[in-house]
């Protein structure tokens, strides 16, 4: 089956880094979604992996290792306003997307 | 550009009664989907569609239908609501025919099924 498991809450200092790690079981990945959303708001997209390795898309970054079923988001510099939920999410075959349960990150002054 | 729009933002049916979810983009994206968020859960796929005329199912179908008869429209039937389908349901879009890329969420509509 498909499952993607996520901490459910993190909890960080403004200024700091924190990593969110994502590790997954689905037949036939394709690739690793990170999304953001706050409190009543809709998800908003904030990085894809589809091959092994980093990317980087300024204060924030993700990583995939396939090998390993695991990837994560790293947030750094972190701001009040980063505290929201963070989902990752993955691909199977045939435009299947499955998330994550999402990690709820509370950034404190 | 209005992005993904959703009507309505809320909604309150009673067990049985049907309704359509409205969903429009006008970005020209060919990729659009349905989700469904439980409270302290991730986005479930219920619907999606790679272009015009093509929709497939996801994850949890049930209870749903959908059809794509332009680009621009995407809406999401309930033909007999159930207390278990009370949920925010998020459309997206996708210039890609893919999931998996990045997806523009509309704002979402809460349904409550009494």
């Known amino acids: 089956g498909q499952s993607l498991e996520q901490p459910s809450e993190v909890t960080a200092v403004e200024g700091a880094i924190v990593q969110i790690n994502c590790t997954y079981q689905?037949?036939?990945?394709?690739?690793l979604s990170w999304y953001q959303q706050h409190d009543g708001g809709a998800p908003t997209f904030l990085s894809y992996?589809?091959?092994?390795g980093l990317e980087e898309t300024g204060r924030f970054s993700s990583f995939l290792s396939r090998s390993d079923s695991y990837g994560y988001l790293l947030l750094q510099e972190l701001q009040m306003k980063d505290s929201a939920s963070y989902f990752c999410?993955?691909?199977?075959?045939?435009?299947?997307?499955?998330f994550g349960t999402g990690t709820r990150l509370t950034v404190i002054p | 550009n209005a992005g993904v729009t959703q009507t309505p933002k809320f909604q309150v049916l009673k067990t049985g009664q049907s309704m359509t979810l409205q969903c429009a983009q006008d970005?020209?994206?060919?990729?659009m989907s349905w989700y469904r968020q439980d409270p302290g859960m991730g986005l479930r796929l219920i619907h999606y569609?790679?272009?015009?005329?093509?929709?497939d199912q996801g994850e949890v179908p049930n209870g749903y239908n959908v059809s794509r008869s332009t680009t621009e429209d995407f809406p999401l039937r309930l033909l007999s609501a159930a207390p278990s389908q009370t949920s925010v349901y998020f459309c997206?879009?996708?210039?890609?025919?893919?999931?998996?890329?990045?997806?523009?969420f509309g704002p979402g509509t809460r349904l409550t099924v009494t």
């Open positions: 997206a879009s996708s210039p890609e025919t893919s999931g998996n890329y990045e997806q523009y």
């Open positions: 689905t037949s036939g990945f394709y690739g």
């Open positions: 992996n589809a091959l092994d």
């Open positions: 999410a993955g691909e199977t075959g045939a435009n299947n997307l499955f």
């Open positions: 970005m020209n994206h060919e990729y």
């Open positions: 569609s790679v272009g015009a005329g093509i929709t």
